[in-house]
């Protein structure tokens, strides 16, 4: 069925520093793929999803590209800010019914 | 829409007590999960339901755990008797039929705060 690997933290960084958070996947055929954020004491909330090959996802200064090639989502913020501190889920769809395989979360900490 | 409401946002009880959280899903979403998230083990699909059918209940741990969908708008987890190691965030999620979205995201409730002491 279908897999996703997310890279383990937690990831430190300075605010304004570049992130980039690794997912890779396997999959049947071209699923849609998603990141998922959760804040401190709320539940996971969609960040940005992509539902093709080479489509790129973005929302709140956050990007991702569904790249086949490599089969990859990787996320990406070019400046980041100590509210971007949170845990981050790289999923997609499971096969049967709407069900999502997430990644084992990344947690991140943004230091001012 | 409100989004997916859940409650009680917290809740502590004494092993051996019976739980129950409530979901109330975005409304028109055709599926409904249960999830439980731990420090050691994550995120865990408990079961899900379609059209208020219960679909896929292998997730659920024992038999001290059950889940019912009476209608759409409504879902209970219920946990009898209640152990410590039950001790989680307990999280509700709905989405529409990946067909007519194309994605089949899913939109996730604040989580109900479970300790059993």
């Known amino acids: 069925g279908n897999s996703v690997t997310q890279m383990e933290g937690p990831v430190t960084l300075s605010e304004e520093a570049f992130l980039t958070i690794n997912c890779t996947y396997t999959a049947t055929g071209y699923p849609s793929l998603f990141w998922y954020v959760q804040y401190p004491g709320e539940g996971l909330q969609l960040l940005l999803k992509?539902?093709?090959?080479?489509d790129k996802g973005s929302n709140k200064g956050f990007e991702a590209t569904y790249r086949k090639e490599t089969t990859s989502f990787h996320l990406e913020k070019g400046s980041v800010q100590v509210s971007d501190s949170a845990v981050y889920f790289c999923?997609?769809?499971?096969?049967?019914?709407?069900?999502?395989?997430f990644g084992g979360g990344t947690r991140l900490m943004v230091k001012p | 829409d409100a989004g997916v409401i859940q409650s009680p946002r917290h809740e502590v009880t004494e092993m051996g007590q019976e739980v129950t959280l409530r979901c109330k899903p975005i409304?028109?979403?055709?599926?409904l999960f249960w999830y439980r998230q731990t420090m050691m083990r994550g995120l865990e699909l408990l079961i899900y339901?379609?059209?208020?059918?219960?679909?896929?209940d292998s997730g659920m741990p024992e038999d001290r755990f059950s889940a019912k969908m009476p209608n759409a708008s409504f879902s209970t987890l219920k946990i009898q008797p209640s152990e410590p190691r039950d001790s989680a965030v307990y999280f509700c999620?709905?989405?529409?039929?990946?067909?007519?979205?194309?994605?089949?995201?899913?939109?996730f409730g604040p989580g109900t705060r479970l300790t059993v002491l």
């Open positions: 339901f379609n059209n208020n059918v219960p679909i896929d």
């Open positions: 992509a539902t093709k090959a080479d």
């Open positions: 999923a997609l769809p499971a096969g049967a019914g709407n069900m999502l395989t």
């Open positions: 999620a709905s989405s529409l039929a990946r067909l007519r979205t194309g994605g089949g995201e899913q939109f």
């Open positions: 409304s028109g979403h055709d599926y």
